[in-house]
């Protein structure tokens, strides 16, 4: 009789424990439960995400995360986080899917599964006005400049591996071309330029409008440093919710919804 008791003491824990740790969007059972879908992402990479007047997470992402929501039957609950931890927080289940101007590359898809890409986007280079960079083939010449990045992201990720730590076809490491100066948030990193502290920023093309519209004496290369697609990511795996969320947002694509997200916030 212990034994039964201490077994079914045990089961009744594990089912409690279970049960807490079950988040709303995953718990169809219990119909007084708030159907909820968490996105993750950093909101320091207007306009994609960005924190509004209101305090609360506004932008491009967070609209397209909003309709997916709405048209799923749910609520959406958006976590802001340093970018580092944005693919990790659906990896570890503390959300259902991250939104934050996420290239796909394959490192990451290594980690996460992506949705079909929602818009194509720009490494813009941004200078001051008189900066002696023209265009692209200036960082790879014979002057050693400072590039300014935010951590984590592509531009990050591009300098970092053509420049600051460039390898040949066999993978041997080469003399650097310039350095990486890295910084948590976009708006650091043009504080940086205006004082002189590097030479130019490399991030997406429709966050750098919105800096150099910001800060005069700044504008943006005429050339790009890269192309690059955003998508949607899903933890690894094939679960009914991600394959609801990845469906639904290709009928968002489909029936022009998601373009006129975009167009809202970006004219050109």
Do not use: W
């Not at 049960?19 to 207007?46: H, I, Q, R």
């Not at 984590?152 to 420049?163: A, E, L, P, R, Y």
């Not at 910001?214 to 679960?239: C, D, F, R, W």
């Amino acid at each position: 009789m212990k034994k039964f008791l201490a077994l079914a003491l045990s089961v009744m824990m594990v089912l409690a424990f279970a049960a807490c740790g079950k988040k709303p969007a995953e718990n169809p059972d219990n119909p007084d439960a708030p159907k909820v879908l968490t996105m993750s992402t950093n909101a320091e990479f207007p306009p994609y995400e960005y924190f509004g007047e209101d305090g609360k997470v506004t932008g491009i992402d967070a609209e397209i995360a909003a309709a997916i929501a709405e048209k799923m039957g749910y609520e959406l609950k958006i976590e802001h986080m340093d970018f580092t931890a944005v693919l990790a927080a659906i990896a570890t289940g503390k959300a259902d899917f991250a939104m934050a101007g996420l290239t796909i590359t394959p490192d990451r898809q290594e980690q996460v599964d992506f949705s079909t890409p929602y818009t194509t986007a720009v490494q813009a280079i941004i200078v001051k006005e008189d900066s002696p960079i023209k265009t692209v083939d200036d960082l790879f010449g014979d002057k050693f400049y400072t590039i300014g990045v935010q951590t984590g992201f592509t531009g990050d990720m591009f300098v970092t591996g053509d420049i600051a730590e460039p390898k040949d076809d066999d993978g041997n490491a080469l003399d650097p071309l310039g350095t990486v100066e890295r910084f948590k948030k976009g708006a650091d990193s043009i504080q940086a330029l205006l004082t002189g502290k590097v030479d130019c920023v490399v991030i997406d093309d429709a966050v750098a409008k919105n800096f150099v519209d910001a800060n005069p004496g700044l504008k943006i290369l005429e050339t790009k440093y890269a192309e690059e697609q955003y998508a949607l990511a899903v933890p690894k795996g094939e679960s009914e919710l991600s394959k609801t969320i990845l469906a639904t947002l290709d009928e968002l694509i489909q029936d022009g919804t998601v373009q006129k997200i975009i167009d809202k916030y970006i004219t050109a």
